[in-house]
């Protein structure tokens, strides 16, 4: 299995897509947040702010067979934001495969959170707040 990641790139208010394969992971993480991955700062900022603003940023989920869609509006602000919290997720929830849409003609903008087996149940539980757009929540 390869692991894509998209990355994105603003300069001077562009976008550039870069995608990324890296080889499979060599062991399974357990299902728990590792919130020392993330140094004092970063943890402050991916918990107490990228956190709560993409909660009340999101319009809708949708649930997928093996995990779920978070639809957010399809704007620089928002993208940034979704990217940065992204990177983060990644270092303190390694067993996500994160994926970032856009929808063509100025559509959707989805963040894509799946991964192997249990990876839907800890969403549906660690994520609860995200179900409902515009509800801002404690972090976690």
């Known amino acids: 299995m390869v692991v894509s990641l998209l990355a994105l790139t603003i300069t001077g ?12 992971a060599k062991h399974d993480s357990p299902f728990a947040c590792d919130r020392l991955a993330l140094g004092p700062e970063a943890r402050k900022r991916h918990f107490d702010e990228l956190g709560p ?3 009340t940023l999101h319009k809708r989920s949708r649930e ?3 995990g779920f869609e978070f ?8 993208l940034r934001l979704v990217f ?5 997720e990644r270092l303190c929830c390694p067993f996500f495969d994160i ?3 856009l929808e063509r003609e100025g559509g959707a903008f989805w963040l894509r959170l799946t ?9 549906q539980s660690d994520f609860a ?12």
């Open 99 to 101: 994926d970032l849409r």
């Open 115 to 123: 991964g192997r087996e249990g990876v839907k149940q800890f969403i």
């Open 71 to 78: 639809e957010f509006p399809p704007d620089a602000a928002a």
């Open 64 to 66: 997928l067979p093996d």
């Open 53 to 55: 603003a993409l909660r």
């Open 129 to 140: 707040p995200w179900f409902q757009p515009g509800t801002p929540a404690p972090s976690r």
């Open 13 to 24: 208010g562009a976008f550039l897509a870069v995608r990324a394969a890296a080889p499979a």
């Open 84 to 88: 940065e919290w992204a990177v983060g």
